[in-house]
């Protein structure tokens, strides 16, 4: 059954960039994130319910929520320029670059925490770098967007740093605090930002303007980006963390099939490659960590083995001369 749900989390998570894109053709796209956060917050506090574990705000301590409302005002920058990245450029060239903020993760990981980087890591680091400039190839003049410019390519990076930065944040900051009350804790902070954002900019009289149609898309990719979520949960409880992971990042598959049905975009055969490295860099990755935790796992074994013969030789040892004599 967790395969299913593995299965679940990488087609909802695909589709979300396409529903979103259908909202934002006229729409602003800060007005779309604010709105869809409405509807990913309800899934996210649906997450904490359906772990079982009541939220218990007094025991978070002080360090705890001031990361926690960082890396929710890291996530409220990223989507806001995702789905801006979204509104002016093409799919198969804004989502690319917004996974790449895995390649970001592991470098500031490195640099700031200290962790190690091993060859399997590293070579999924170049393999995702690689895929990632393939598929953000340059486009013939007459595909490409006008008057959009390279302000695309802006947004998008700036959603892949912002990513990253959530991760880190986590990292160094957030501990002792359920995955998912962490994370409904942080899609609150990113609503709070999101409306404050379209205050600031005074668009909060455009939210009545939005058109019906497409306020209908905003609210399904936020349902998409919520049931992903927890069919991603539900995988991790009943299977195995090194298969649900590579099935859920084939989501780019699924955007890269869809945006070619709806949007008609097609990927050059550079572009296909580019994908295939992207996909497969993380599969690298995790079949080193597999390999390292097996081996980890036969070191331990083999450890336990030793002293249960080594014990077994020295209680020989010391009867040995009684029934020698």
Known sequence: ???????????????????????????????????????????????????GKRPDFAEIDGRTWLFLVLSGIATGASWLCYFK????????????????????????AFLVLGEPVSLPKAAGVVMMG???FLMIEKKDA????????????FYAAGSAIAASLTSILGKIGISGVESGLGTAIRTAVVLLMAWMMVFVTGKQHYVKAIPGKELGFICLSGIATGASWLCYYRALQSGPASLVVPIDRLSIVVTVVFSYAVFHERLSKKGLFGLFLIVAGPMIMLLGQAAVTSTAATAAIHG???CTRAGWFWKRREWWPYMRN
């Not at 990245?85 to 500031?108: E, H």
């Not at 595909?143 to 695309?152: T, Y």
């Open 1 to 51: 059954m967790w395969i299913l749900f593995a299965a679940g989390s990488a087609f909802f998570a695909g589709i979300t960039a396409i529903l979103a894109k259908c909202g934002i053709r006229k729409t602003d796209s800060d007005i779309a994130t604010a709105v869809r956060t409405i509807v990913v917050l309800l899934f996210s506090w649906l997450m904490v319910y359906v772990s």
């Open 142 to 153: 007459g595909q490409a967007k006008s008057g959009s410019g390279n302000r695309w390519f």
């Open 85 to 108: 990245a979204l509104q002016i450029g093409d799919i198969n060239r804004v989502v690319p670059i917004d996974k790449s903020s895995v390649i970001l993760t592991i470098l500031l």
């Open 130 to 132: 690689a895929g990632t």
């Open 304 to 306: 336990r083995n030793s």
